[in-house]
């Protein structure tokens, strides 16, 4: 057990939890830090292009998450322009050893269960000067393809996250009232039934991790001061995937990300994987 009896509960009681214990040492934040950097500024290419993203103003006309028609040529992404990076370990090892290094999975499995799947990461940039707000929202609502609707996230700080540059804000307890569709988020986030939200500031090389029906966001970043956040999603490797005939542009990219390592399977983190489940 590398959880006490108290952040166990912490963790159940509030649906999140700020986990005061390095998870990356100096040297391997180092080279995150600057591997990311390579990928945004296209100095090495082995990561997709579609699954780099700028913020909004930098985009010609794409409002989608992913940029895939209007994709700058490398050259011409400047570092504090990028918003957000995806699916790094199907493409990177030092992202993949990353989302399997026990510090972060041992936590995980007390939390989600001994079999476990990587869904995907997002590098959020948060760029000094230029990032922008992600609003509040649940994991797993934006994950509907996948059931149960069970999701823990490890949210890395690449950079020291704080109130003014856009830390993760989280409302205690709000994952026990399970999925909410989207178009009723203002009216539940109204209700004077739900917790104040808390900001969570954690430093370079710590994590949080949350509930996937913990309700979130984060702030927009106008400091001179990167704040970059490594959000590792993580699923149960029983879940079952539901992939449709007309998927649309988003879920058939997510997919493709997998065809490097062969047929299309989510990424074993620990434990089994069983058949035709994720
Ligand atoms: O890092 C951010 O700005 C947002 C992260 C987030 O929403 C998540 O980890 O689910």
């Known amino acids: 057990m590398v959880l006490t009896a108290e952040q166990r509960k912490f963790f159940e009681d509030y649906g999140y939890l700020k986990y005061d214990k390095k998870v990356l040492a100096d ?3 180092e080279a995150v830090r600057q591997r990311s950097k390579d990928i ?29 028609k209007h994709q700058p040529a ?51 940039m948060k ?3 230029n990032g922008t707000v992600t609003n509040w ?13 069970v999701a823990v996230s490890c949210w890395v ?3 020291d996250a704080t109130v003014e540059n856009g830390c993760m804000t989280v409302i205690p307890g709000s994952h026990k009232w399970g999925p909410v569709a989207k178009e009723y988020r203002d009216t539940f986030l109204d209700s004077d039934m739900i917790r104040e939200p808390v900001p969570v500031e954690v ?33 149960k490797s029983e879940t079952m995937y539901l992939p449709n005939d007309d998927e649309d542009e988003e879920t058939r990219l997510y997919r493709e990300a997998e065809k490097p390592k062969g047929e299309f399977r989510f990424m074993l983190i620990r434990g089994k994987e069983f058949d035709g489940r994720v």
């Open 74 to 124: 490398p050259e011409e992404r400047e570092f504090d322009q990028v918003r957000k990076l995806t699916h790094l370990s199907q493409f990177d090892e030092l992202f993949e050893a990353t989302a399997k290094k026990p510090e972060i999975v041992d936590v995980i499995e007390e939390l989600l269960g001994p079999n476990i799947k990587l869904y995907t990461e997002q590098l959020m």
């Open 137 to 149: 929202h649940q994991d797993s609502v934006s994950f509907p393809w996948f059931l149960p609707q």
């Open 127 to 129: 760029p000094r000067f």
């Open 157 to 159: 700080a690449l950079d």
């Open 27 to 29: 040297q391997e934040l």
């Open 203 to 235: 430093k370079a090389g710590e994590c949080m991790f949350h509930h996937g029906l913990n309700w979130h966001r984060t702030g927009a970043n106008n400091t001179p001061h990167r704040r970059r956040g490594l959000a590792l999603h993580y699923i």
């Open 40 to 68: 945004a500024t296209g100095k090495v290419s082995h990561v997709p292009s579609r699954f780099i993203q700028l913020e909004a103003k930098f985009r010609e006309e794409d409002d989608s998450m992913m940029n895939f």
